[in-house]
């Protein structure tokens, strides 16, 4: 299979003369799953929603296979996004979102899941958080994209559905690059193949977990 590769370049913005992001720049494989770890206001929400295009960067540059992609709508095929808030509407049925986001090629795998058929017959409104965000996880992974990027996705979630969640990621990584960032580091630090800290706008690429501790986002003994 050929690597497809999304590269992010001079990424910029600003809010009310406060530098959010600051010149960042970011390499995702297929295979590469990137966990971005960074404090509450260190940008790290802010870079996915601009990659994805959601929110405007004063500048910013992204090329997909070499490809510098300048529309928000060049990207929807080629990246996709998990937000920190649900979005599947309450009233759909459990299959009818099925449907509707997985190609029918795909759908007796999707449906193989123990966690998915243990709720197909419900609706959107009668899931767990935990469900939800499974279901929510599983359909952005199983998409035609290429990239995903995931924001928060252990938001709430039990140390069960997180370990489930993980082996969903870890397995669609073989297909897929991931971006991933959360505030529930260990998680990260777990799933991740390489890592990123996000300080003050700026982007530092670690080559050891330990540099989190150097750089002051985690105390001695806390990884």
């Known amino acids: 299979?050929?690597?497809?590769?999304?590269?992010?370049?001079?990424?910029?913005?600003?809010?009310?003369?406060k530098i959010i992001v600051s010149d960042?720049?970011?390499?995702?494989?297929?295979?590469?799953?990137?966990?971005?770890?960074?404090?509450?206001?260190?940008?790290?929400?802010?870079?996915?929603k601009i990659i994805f295009g959601?929110?405007?960067?004063?500048?910013?540059?992204?090329?997909?296979?070499?490809?510098?992609?300048?529309k928000t709508s060049e990207l929807l095929n080629e990246i996709s996004y998990l937000p920190q808030d649900n979005f599947i509407p309450n009233s759909f049925s459990i299959k009818k979102t099925i449907q509707l986001a997985i190609a029918k090629e795909k759908l007796q795998d999707f449906y193989a899941d123990e966690m998915i058929q243990s709720m197909l017959n419900k609706k959107i409104?009668?899931?767990?958080?935990?469900?939800?965000r499974y279901l929510e996880i599983k359909l952005i992974l199983n998409n035609a994209s290429k990239f995903v990027l995931l924001d928060e996705p252990y938001n709430g979630l039990s140390p069960i559905m997180i370990e489930k969640i993980n082996k969903l990621i870890t397995t669609m990584s073989s297909v897929k690059g991931i971006i991933i960032t959360d505030h529930n580091y260990e998680n990260v630090?777990?799933?991740?193949?390489?890592?990123?800290?996000?300080?003050?706008g700026k982007m530092h690429h670690l080559n050891d977990k330990s540099?989190?501790?150097e750089k002051g986002y985690l105390k001695s003994g806390m990884i």
Request: with cysteine; charged share 25%; hydrophobic share 40%.
């Open 189 to 200: 630090i777990k799933v991740s193949t390489k890592l990123a800290l996000m300080k003050e």
């Open 125 to 132: 409104k009668h899931l767990s958080g935990g469900e939800l």
């Open 24 to 48: 960042v720049y970011l390499k995702c494989e297929t295979a590469d799953i990137i966990g971005i770890l960074g404090r509450n206001g260190s940008g790290k929400s802010t870079l996915l």
């Open 211 to 213: 540099e989190l501790v």
């Open 1 to 17: 299979m050929t690597k497809s590769v999304l590269e992010v370049d001079s990424v910029q913005k600003q809010y009310d003369g």
């Open 54 to 70: 959601i929110v405007t960067a004063d500048f910013k540059f992204v090329r997909v296979d070499g490809v510098v992609k300048s």
